[in-house]
C-alpha cells in the first residue's frame, strides 16, 4: 500500500466529519436509541438510493451476508454506546473512553485478522488503563459515561478491523448497505419493548436538520468513504487516525457548549495519558517490534 497525499487528505476529512458526530449527538434532543435509529434509517435511504442512481447492484453471497449483518449488528451496538455516553454524561467524557479504540484494534488483530501478537500491546494497554482510572479518581460522577465510551470503542474496534477483510471482496458500498441494515435491525428490536409510541416521534425542525446532517454527511458519506479508503490503507493505519476524532470532539465541544463541556484537571491529565499513548503507540510497536525481529 502506497497512499498518496490526496488519499492522506481524504482519510483526515473524514476524521474531521466524524469529529463532528458527538456535537450533533448533544445537539439532537432524542435518546441515544432513537437518535441512532433515525439515523440509520436515514442513511440506509439515502445510501440505497445513491446506488440506484449508479445502478450499483448489492449482491453478496448468503455466507458473506451473514458475516456483514453481523458485523452490521456490531455498528448498531458501537453508536448506540457512543450516544448513549454523550446522553448519560457530556462530550468530552464519552470522547476520553472512545480513546481507547487503538489499543482495543492492536488486540484484536491477531485474533480476527491472524497476526502476530506483540508484548508492547500489553505494556500500552496497561498505561492507557492507568489513564482511564486517573480519570475516573477525578470525574467519578461520569464514570457511566466513560464506561460507554470504551464499550464504543471496543465495538468499534471490532468492526473496524474486520471491514478491511471485507472491502478486499465487495465494494465499499455494499458493505455499507448491509451493515446498515444490520445495524437497523438491531436498533429495531431495542426499541420494541416500549411499544408502537417507541416509533412516532414529533421531530422539530432542529433536530430533523441535525439529523440529516449527521446522516446523509456524517454517516453515509464518511461511513462509505471510510471502507473505500481500506484500499489504499490498513485497518490500523484508519484506527490510529481515528485517534484525531476525541481531539476534535473535545476541542468542538468546549468552543460550542462551554461550561457543561468543561472538566477538572485530572480529567485532562488522564485523557492526555491516554492520548500520549495511542499516538505514540505506532511508533513504539513499529521499532521495537522490528527490532525483536
Not at 460522577?141 to 465510551?149: D, N
Not at 439529523?211 to 471510510?226: D, E, G, K, Y
Request: charged share 10%; hydrophobic share 55%.
Amino acid at each position: 500500500m502506497n497512499p498518496t497525499r490526496n488519499q492522506y487528505l481524504q482519510l483526515h476529512i473524514i476524521i474531521l466529519l466524524w469529529g463532528f458526530t458527538p456535537i450533533l449527538g448533544k445537539f439532537i434532543s432524542l435518546e441515544a436509541t432513537d437518535l441512532v435509529w433515525y439515523r440509520l434509517l436515514i442513511s440506509g435511504i439515502t445510501l440505497y438510493a445513491y446506488m440506484r442512481c449508479k445502478r450499483i447492484k448489492p449482491f453478496v453471497g448468503i455466507s458473506q451476508l451473514g458475516v456483514i449483518f453481523l458485523m452490521g449488528a456490531i455498528v448498531g451496538f458501537h453508536w448506540f454506546f457512543f450516544y448513549h455516553a454523550i446522553k448519560v454524561s457530556n462530550v468530552s467524557m464519552a470522547l476520553s473512553g472512545f480513546a481507547t479504540m487503538t489499543l482495543f484494534a492492536s488486540l484484536l488483530q491477531p485474533l480476527l485478522l491472524n497476526k502476530p501478537f506483540a508484548l508492547i500491546d500489553l505494556v500500552y494497554g496497561l498505561l492507557v488503563l492507568v489513564g482511564l482510572l486517573v480519570i475516573i479518581q477525578f470525574e467519578s460522577v461520569y464514570i457511566e459515561g466513560l464506561l460507554y465510551g470504551v464499550l464504543a470503542a471496543l465495538t468499534g474496534a471490532i468492526f473496524g478491523v474486520y471491514n478491511g477483510k471485507l472491502i478486499a471482496k465487495h465494494e465499499a458500498t455494499t458493505i455499507t448497505l448491509y451493515e446498515f441494515a444490520g445495524a437497523f435491525i438491531i436498533l429495531t428490536l431495542m426499541k420494541i419493548p416500549d411499544g408502537v409510541d417507541a416509533f412516532i416521534h414529533a421531530l422539530n425542525i432542529r433536530d430533523l436538520l441535525a439529523l440529516l446532517v449527521l446522516s446523509i454527511v456524517c454517516t453515509t458519506l464518511a461511513f462509505t468513504w471510510s471502507i473505500h479508503i481500506l484500499k489504499f490503507f490498513s485497518p490500523f493505519t484508519v484506527i490510529v487516525t481515528n485517534n484525531l476524532e476525541p481531539v476534535y470532539g473535545i476541542v468542538f465541544s468546549v468552543i460550542l457548549f462551554g461550561q457543561s463541556e468543561r472538566m477538572s484537571l485530572g480529567f485532562y491529565a488522564g485523557t492526555v495519558i491516554i492520548m500520549l499513548s495511542v499516538f505514540t503507540y505506532p511508533w513504539a510497536k513499529q521499532r521495537f517490534v522490528s527490532t525483536a525481529n
